[in-house]
C-alpha cells in the first residue's frame, strides 16, 4: 500500500509533538532537582545522595505502579538484552566510574565533562544504532551543548590529572549507551521500565556509599531525597522515555541537554544572581531548541509488517479493527499487527520510522 500523507503537520507546530513536550518537561524536573539536591548535600554525602535520589525513583514508580494495579511486564528474550545492558552501563558501571572519576577532581571540571553525556548519546545514535540527522540537527545539538558547557564553567575548569577526567567520560559514555539500548524497548511501559533503573541504581550506590564510610543522614533528610529522587530522576526518565519513543534518541538527548539551564533559573529563584554566562547559555540553547523544532524531515518510506504492543491512537500508522468501537483519538493499547504500508509524509525517527537513509 502507497499513501502520501502530511499528517504530522509542520514542524513549526512540533511543540504540540508529544515526545517534545516529554523532553522539555523531563528537562525541567531533572534540572530542578539539581538545586533541590544541593540544599542537602550539607547534610548528605554525595554518593548516600545519588543512592537516595535513585531509591526515591524506584520505590515511587513502583508504589503507583501498585496503587494503579499496572498489569504485569512481559519482555521477550530479545528484549532483555538490551534491558539488561541499560541496566549494567547505566545503573552499574556508570555510578562506579563516576565515584572513581569525582573523588579525585575538582567539581568544576566534573561538571563540565558531565556534558559529553548528550554529545555520546547523540553519537551513539547517529553513527552506531543509525538514527537519522542532517546538519540542522548537528548544529543545534552543539548549540545546546555550548550552552551546557558555559553554564558549567562560571569560572574556569579545573581538571586535575588525566585519569579521574578519563573515568568520568567513561560515565558520561555508559549513559549513553544506556539510552540508547533505552531506546529498543521504548514502547515497553515506560513507568516500569524506569522504576527497574531506580531499584537497580539505588542499591548501587548506597553499597558504594557505605563502602566509602557514608552514614545514612537524619530521617527528615532521607525523605526529602526520595521525593527529589522521585521527581527529578523518576518521573523525569519516565518522560525521557516517552520522548525517545516519539522523536528518537539523539533529539531527546538534546532537549534534554538543556536541563542545567532550567537548574539555574530555579537557582536564581532560590536567590542566586543572573550572570552573564546564563544569559549565553539560555541564547545559545533557545537557537539549538529552535533548529529542532524547525527541522523539515520528509521522504518516501516504507514500514515492514510488525506486531507489537504499545499505547497508541488510531492515526495512519494504526488502522486496524476492534471488537468493540473505540473513539477517535482515544489512546488505547494492546497487541496489533501493522500490515507493510510505503508513503511520504514529514516525520521524526520515533519507533514506527527506524529505516535506513
Request: glycine share 10%; with cysteine.
Amino acid at each position: 500500500m502507497t499513501t502520501r500523507s502530511n499528517s504530522n503537520g509542520s514542524r513549526a507546530g512540533a511543540l504540540a509533538n508529544r515526545g517534545v513536550q516529554a523532553a522539555l518537561v523531563s528537562a525541567v524536573l531533572f534540572g530542578a532537582g539539581t538545586p533541590l539536591a544541593k540544599l542537602l548535600l550539607g547534610e548528605v554525602s554525595p554518593w548516600m545522595l545519588a543512592g537516595l535520589l535513585y531509591c526515591g525513583s524506584g520505590i515511587g514508580l513502583g508504589l503507583i505502579r501498585l496503587i494503579r494495579r499496572s498489569p504485569r511486564v512481559r519482555l521477550s528474550r530479545v528484549e532483555w538484552v538490551p534491558l539488561s545492558g541499560a541496566i549494567l552501563f547505566g545503573g552499574i558501571f556508570g555510578p562506579v566510574l563516576l565515584m572513581l572519576g569525582l573523588s579525585n577532581m575538582p567539581a568544576s571540571g566534573a561538571s563540565l565533562l558531565l556534558n559529553a553525556e548528550g554529545v555520546f548519546t547523540a553519537v551513539l545514535a547517529w553513527f552506531v544504532f543509525k538514527e537519522n540527522f542532517d546538519r540542522r540537527i548537528a548544529l543545534g545539538m552543539l548549540a545546546i551543548v555550548a550552552g551546557a558547557v558555559i553554564l558549567s564553567t562560571p569560572g574556569g575548569a579545573n581538571f586535575g590529572s588525566a585519569w579521574p577526567s578519563l573515568a568520568i567520560l567513561g560515565a558520561c559514555l555508559c549513559w549513553g549507551l544506556d539510552n540508547n539500548l533505552t531506546r529498543k524497548i521504548a514502547l515497553t511501559d515506560a513507568t516500569w521500565l524506569a522504576a527497574i533503573k531506580g531499584s537497580v541504581a539505588g542499591p548501587v550506590n548506597l553499597a558504594l556509599a557505605f563502602l566509602l564510610g557514608a552514614q545514612l543522614p537524619a530521617a527528615g533528610n532521607i525523605a526529602a531525597a526520595l521525593v527529589v529522587g522521585f521527581f527529578a530522576y523518576g518521573i523525569s526518565l519516565v518522560l525521557f522515555i516517552v520522548a525517545m519513543r516519539h522523536v528518537g534518541t539523539a533529539r531527546a538527548g538534546a532537549y534534554f541537554s538543556v536541563a542545567p539551564f532550567f537548574g539555574a533559573v530555579l537557582a536564581i529563584i532560590l536567590g542566586d544572581a543572573v550572570t552573564w554566562p546564563l544569559v549565553i547559555a539560555g541564547l545559545l540553547m533557545a537557537v539549538g531548541i529552535w533548529l529542532h523544532l524547525t527541522e523539515r524531515h520528509e521522504h518516501e518510506h516504507t514500514h515492514e509488517p510488525i506486531t507489537h504492543d504499545h499505547w497508541h491512537t488510531h492515526d495512519e500508522h494504526h488502522q486496524h479493527e476492534h471488537a468493540e468501537p473505540v473513539s477517535s483519538g482515544t489512546w488505547h493499547k494492546h497487541e496489533h499487527t501493522h500490515e507493510a504500508l510505503t508513503h511520504t509524509h514529514e516525520h521524526y525517527p520515533d519507533m514506527h520510522h527506524r529505516h535506513e537513509h
